[in-house]
């Protein structure tokens, strides 16, 4: 059987390791390098003749990773957050310029449970005047708000606005600090506490009643299997696809 070569950027780190243990548990895989701080991405990448790399590393370094594995020919499955528009426009041109082959998945969140949540909250935007995002998060996490809960309400936003629903109501005029990030006119607070891992609550509201969608990843091995998805997805996605809900069904 032939197996996907798999590197992992961020092997020593928390997800890292998580996917190293993945990765050589899965039998149509083969972890060909494990890849941290200081070691030499593009030559480990030739010698170590990989398919697909994972990377989980840091926000600061993630990009240029994704450039030199596009311009090493191997493709990549993105878990690391601090993408913007322009970040994601800067890997769509390279992706091209780079011939149209490779593929890269950027992924805020490889949970189902996430995945299925913001689904449902982007379903259920327009039905309700007021909607909020909360994630709460373990406090070792060092950027805020996180991806997911990002990713979470721009979708809300998106569908409010192709529904023509008018901003969420919102008489404050001072303390507006407390009111967490606007995102695209949708307010994301995030929450740091020792003893959680990973957290989502999408609160909706109407007069007179309430929606709460909350979904909790209390593990890290939940978000295994979106990854191995990835893996063996991403090598017939040319181009650069964002969000692990395309790589599922769930019309
Ligand atoms: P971590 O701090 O435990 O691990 C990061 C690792 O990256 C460390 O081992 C660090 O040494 C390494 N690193 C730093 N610079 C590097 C470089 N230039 N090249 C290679 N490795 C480098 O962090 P973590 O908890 O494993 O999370 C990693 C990222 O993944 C964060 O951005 C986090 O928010 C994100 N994350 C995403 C998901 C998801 O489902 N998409 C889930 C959990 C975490």
Same mark, same amino acid.
């Given at each position: 059987?032939?197996?996907?070569?798999?590197?992992?950027?961020?092997?020593?780190?928390?997800?890292?390791?998580n996917?190293?243990? @993945?990765?050589?548990?899965?039998?149509?895989?083969?972890?060909?390098?494990?890849?941290?701080?200081?070691?030499?991405?593009?030559?480990?990448?030739?010698?170590s003749?990989?398919?697909? @790399?994972?990377? &989980? =590393?840091?926000?600061?370094?993630?990009?240029?990773?994704?450039?030199?594995?596009?311009?090493?020919?191997?493709?990549?499955?993105?878990?690391?957050?601090?993408?913007?528009?322009?970040?994601?426009?800067?890997?769509?041109?390279?992706?091209?310029?780079?011939?149209?082959?490779?593929?890269?998945?950027?992924?805020?969140?490889?949970?189902?449970?996430?995945?299925?949540?913001?689904? &449902?909250?982007?379903?259920?935007?327009?039905?309700?005047?007021?909607?909020?995002?909360?994630?709460?998060?373990?406090?070792?996490?060092?950027?805020?708000?996180?991806?997911? +809960?990002?990713?979470?309400?721009? +979708?809300?936003?998106?569908?409010?606005?192709?529904?023509?629903?008018? $901003?969420?109501?919102?008489?404050?005029?001072?303390?507006?600090?407390?009111?967490?990030m606007?995102?695209?006119g949708?307010?994301?607070?995030?929450?740091?506490?020792?003893?959680?891992?990973a957290?989502?609550?999408?609160?909706?509201?109407? $007069?007179?009643?309430?929606?709460?969608?909350?979904?909790?990843?209390f593990?890290?091995?939940?978000?295994?299997?979106?990854?191995?998805?990835?893996?063996?997805?991403? =090598?017939?996605?040319?181009?650069?696809?964002?969000?692990?809900?395309?790589?599922?069904?769930?019309?």
């Amino acid at each position: 059987m032939h197996k996907i070569r798999v590197a992992v950027l961020g092997a020593a780190g928390r997800m890292g390791l998580n996917v190293c243990a @993945a990765v050589e548990a899965a039998p149509d895989l083969k972890l060909v390098a494990r890849i941290d701080e200081g070691d030499d991405l593009a030559a480990t990448l030739a010698s170590s003749r990989a398919d697909v @790399a994972v990377d &989980f =590393t840091v926000p600061s370094v993630t990009e240029a990773n994704v450039h030199t594995l596009i311009d090493a020919g191997v493709h990549a499955v993105v878990g690391t957050t601090g993408w913007d528009e322009e970040s994601r426009n800067r890997v769509s041109e390279h992706l091209g310029a780079a011939g149209g082959n490779l593929g890269v998945l950027l992924a805020p969140n490889f949970g189902l449970s996430a995945v299925l949540a913001m689904t &449902f909250a982007a379903k259920a935007a327009r039905f309700f005047e007021s909607v909020e995002v909360i994630e709460l998060h373990h406090p070792d996490k060092v950027d805020a708000p996180s991806g997911t +809960a990002m990713h979470t309400a721009q +979708a809300i936003a998106k569908a409010r606005a192709d529904a023509g629903i008018p $901003p969420s109501p919102d008489a404050t005029q001072t303390g507006q600090d407390a009111r967490g990030m606007n995102v695209d006119g949708v307010h994301v607070h995030a929450v740091r506490l020792r003893g959680l891992v990973a957290h989502e609550e999408i609160l909706l509201g109407n $007069p007179g009643e309430q929606l709460t969608i909350r979904q909790d990843s209390f593990d890290r091995v939940s978000f295994m299997p979106g990854v191995l998805l990835g893996i063996r997805e991403i =090598t017939a996605r040319p181009g650069l696809t964002v969000g692990l809900e395309h790589l599922i069904d769930l019309s």
